[in-house]
């Protein structure tokens, strides 16, 4: 049974893991016969007020613990997980991912990201295990495999500003429709734009499936 | 296109909406051609850490707010919707089933039920609407129609203490495995053991896709 692990930042489409795109991925995964591991940084959150979209001022909330909504309690400190935990990494997309997990969010390519989710992508490059990424976490792989990987391919869909930050990072951007994903064959990479292009759940949905589908093989 | 109205009651298992249920709903609803009208009450709830099963002490939550975080913050308050909204009605399980739109969890068959999900809960039988509720939901519909319909037919899987405490409400519980479903056709009522008896996201899934299915064919 493969293992694949899933990075969650949180719960919730503006402060944490897209909810909608993190469970069609976990269906998916176990409907394809997989096990999965599910980590998040134990570090603190801003947090969104989801009916209004406004930041709560003078709140956080713990990426882990919110994450583990999703996960029904079931997930670890992603500072306990090795690359020898699993045999290829998915990320689900939201804010969080580019709020928690690095924070492309405010800064932009000048971005940083948080240090146990950089050890696990590159370790997992390392490993030559395959990798996917959907909605803007492939921002995330952009920044932290740019430089190593030059060219290295990644799509978040059609949006040009962060398409350009991407390639600025030393990716390179591919445009791609919703239902679609696309490869870096050499490096073993899959992304697809889901939430960043997606109008409803079920364009998302076949996006995604078509990722977990193309995960699964590379590991067959 | 037909509307279906989805009642929330809060985002993760322990404390709100179990997150896989509700977001398999959701997605089997959109790629059955339904239009899909979130609605949760506007009240306070008590918070769950889900990373260690505790209740966190002097901190609640907003259950319409936490809501909005599965609903992508297209979500209305349940006070301001009427059985005129949809053309039928499910409602997803998850401990805020219990706790939020009833007290089952903590008062049993002597529950109290928030006054909106009543009226809306009564007016769909009164309309000869649709209704369906997985997981420990049918315990609220057992609540609410057990008087008047005695021996509404539901399941909550195979829990005994569950099961009886559902039948001294007044409605007859059925036991069901958690792939399946059952429908009480004089009532027009669907309900799915979901993750009361599931051991993985994917069974939960057979049966919450048999149910919307069940529930588009009662709207043909």
Same mark, same amino acid.
């Given at each position: 049974m493969?293992?694949?692990g899933?990075?969650?930042?949180?719960?919730?489409?503006?402060?944490?893991?897209?909810?909608?795109?993190?469970?069609?991925?976990?269906?998916?995964?176990?409907?394809?016969?997989? %096990?999965?591991?599910?980590?998040?940084?134990n570090?603190?959150?801003?947090?969104?007020?989801?009916?209004? &979209?406004?930041?709560?001022?003078?709140?956080?909330?713990?990426?882990?613990?919110?994450?583990?909504?999703?996960?029904?309690?079931?997930?670890?400190?992603i500072?306990?997980?090795?690359?020898?935990?699993?045999?290829?990494?998915?990320?689900?997309? &939201?804010? $969080?991912?580019?709020?928690?997990?690095?924070?492309?969010?405010?800064k932009?390519?000048?971005c940083?990201?948080?240090?146990?989710?950089?050890r696990?992508l590159?370790?997992?490059?390392?490993?030559?295990?395959?990798l996917?990424?959907?909605?803007?976490?492939?921002?995330?792989?952009?920044?932290?495999?740019?430089?190593?990987?030059?060219?290295?391919?990644?799509? *978040?869909g059609?949006?040009?500003?962060?398409?350009?930050? *991407?390639?600025?990072? &030393?990716?390179?951007?591919t445009?791609?429709?919703?239902? %679609?994903?696309?490869?870096?064959?050499?490096?073993?990479?899959?992304?697809?734009?889901a939430?960043?292009?997606?109008g409803?759940?079920?364009?998302?949905?076949? $996006?995604i %499936?078509?990722?977990?589908?193309?995960?699964?093989?590379?590991?067959?």
């Open positions: 493969a293992k694949i899933v990075i969650l930042s949180g719960c919730g489409v503006y402060d944490g893991s897209e909810i909608n795109e993190t469970v069609i991925t976990l269906l998916a995964l176990d409907r394809a016969g997989a %096990e999965v591991i599910m980590m998040a940084p570090v603190e959150q801003q947090v969104v007020n989801h009916l209004t &979209g406004d930041t709560v001022a003078g709140t956080t909330r713990n990426v882990l613990e919110e994450s583990a909504r999703i996960a029904r309690g079931n997930i670890s400190d500072a306990d997980v090795t690359v020898n935990d699993f045999d290829a990494l998915f990320i689900p997309g &939201g804010f $969080g991912a580019a709020k928690n997990l690095c924070d492309f969010a405010f932009g390519s000048d940083d990201v948080n240090p146990d989710v950089e696990l590159k370790a997992t490059i390392a490993a030559g295990k395959p996917a990424a959907i909605c803007i976490a492939p921002a995330l792989l952009a920044k932290v495999l740019g430089k190593d990987l030059p060219g290295v391919q990644v799509t *978040i059609t949006d040009e500003g962060t398409a350009g930050a *991407i390639n600025s990072m &030393g990716a390179t951007h445009n791609c429709p919703v239902t %679609e994903f696309i490869v870096d064959e050499k490096n073993r990479i899959i992304t697809s734009p939430y960043m292009l997606a409803r759940i079920s364009e998302a949905a076949t $996006g %499936e078509k990722s977990v589908d193309a995960l699964m093989n590379m590991l067959r």
